[in-house]
């Protein structure tokens, strides 16, 4: 799901280091029915340059408990073929339940030349993360040269529609932090986050997580609302000014439901200063008056 971010205010806000899109392979909403974990517990995703400086990473994983993993950028060797030299330092970041687009900023940007072929290096914590590809089914898949190692050898390669995105350096934007009180469904209260960068032309992908499984649920975007608005089945914290529908994916482990909603930041710079508050809302069988929903969250763009 993709649309125009909306202008608006939001007053408490955090920094962070801003990224910007340049690369995007297999980026669909789609998913393999895969795991990966020991015994390939490092994952290799062959891409060509597009940009000289690479500043962050992601891969579309999910479906366990937190874990710490890294990406990190290796160059290919020209004899083997293989993962080589690393370039700039690895960047980690804590996994969420919510299967979705999330990866981290390298500690050290890495140079690369456009034109030349390179590796995205995923280092996996814990085991049956959800692997990082697209749906066999998926029309527009493209094949990637993906390697794999128990992290002392690499032991296999495939042609697989590997699902990732590299970023470019860009200004610092700012996201805000969670407010506004959630509203208990049959796995206690939903969950909301962002994973991405709040800059032009990025994508920023708001998940739900311990939700109700294969039921609709809603995104409300619009303008915040610190105290909230009480609408007698539920609390609204962000004005509707838009609504993105979706069903909730099952997720094990623990089981509940999840599912992520891509908005793709314009690349204009009337867009600058822009701001906007989302929320997730739950149609939940096992909630009171059928409802739940998740506390509210807001980015600002740069």
């Keep these: 799901m993709r649309t125009m971010l909306f202008g608006l205010a939001l007053a408490l806000t955090f920094p962070l280091p801003a990224q910007q899109l340049t690369t995007a392979t297999n980026d669909n909403p789609t998913y393999g029915g895969y795991a990966v974990g020991w015994p390939a517990s490092v994952l290799a995703f062959r891409f060509t340059a597009s940009t000289p400086v690479l500043a962050a990473a992601q891969v579309f994983t999910g479906n366990q408990p937190p874990a710490s993993h890294s990406l990190?950028?290796?160059?290919?060797?020209?004899?083997?073929?293989?993962?080589d030299q690393l370039l700039g330092q690895p960047g980690t970041w804590?996994?969420?339940?919510?299967?979705?687009?999330q990866g981290a900023v390298f500690a050290q940007p890495a140079n690369v030349t456009p034109g030349q072929d390179y590796f995205l290096v995923w280092r996996v914590q814990g085991m049956f993360h959800q692997h990082s590809v697209s749906a066999d089914t998926e029309p527009s898949n493209v094949p990637v040269?993906?390697?794999?190692?128990?992290?002392?050898?690499?032991?296999a390669q495939a042609q697989l529609p590997a699902k990732f995105r590299l970023f470019a350096p860009y200004a610092a934007g700012s996201t805000g932090a969670v407010f506004g009180t959630g509203k208990p469904?049959?796995?206690?209260?939903?969950?909301?986050?962002?994973?991405?960068?709040?800059?032009?032309?990025?994508?920023?992908?708001?998940?739900?997580?311990?939700a109700s499984r294969n039921?609709?649920?809603?995104?409300?975007l619009g303008t915040a609302i610190p105290g909230g608005a009480p609408v007698g089945f539920?609390?609204?914290y962000?004005?509707?000014d838009a609504l993105l529908t979706a069903l909730t994916r099952t997720h094990t482990n623990p089981l509940s439901g999840g599912i992520a909603a891509t908005l793709m930041v314009p690349n204009t710079p009337t867009a600058i200063g822009f701001a906007l508050a989302a929320q997730w809302g739950v149609f939940d069988p096992q909630a009171a008056a059928g409802f739940s929903h998740s506390a509210a969250i807001g980015v600002v763009i740069q």
Excluded: K
């Design 72 to 83: 990190e950028i290796r160059s290919r060797n020209a004899t083997t073929g293989l993962p």
């Design 94 to 101: 804590v996994t969420t339940h919510t299967r979705s687009f």
């Design 145 to 155: 040269e993906v390697r794999a190692s128990d992290g002392n050898t690499w032991h």
């Design 185 to 210: 469904g049959q796995y206690g209260v939903p969950t909301i986050g962002v994973h991405g960068w709040p800059a032009l032309g990025s994508p920023l992908d708001f998940w739900l997580g311990s």
């Design 215 to 220: 039921t609709l649920a809603v995104l409300v």
């Design 234 to 236: 539920a609390d609204l």
């Design 238 to 240: 962000v004005t509707p």
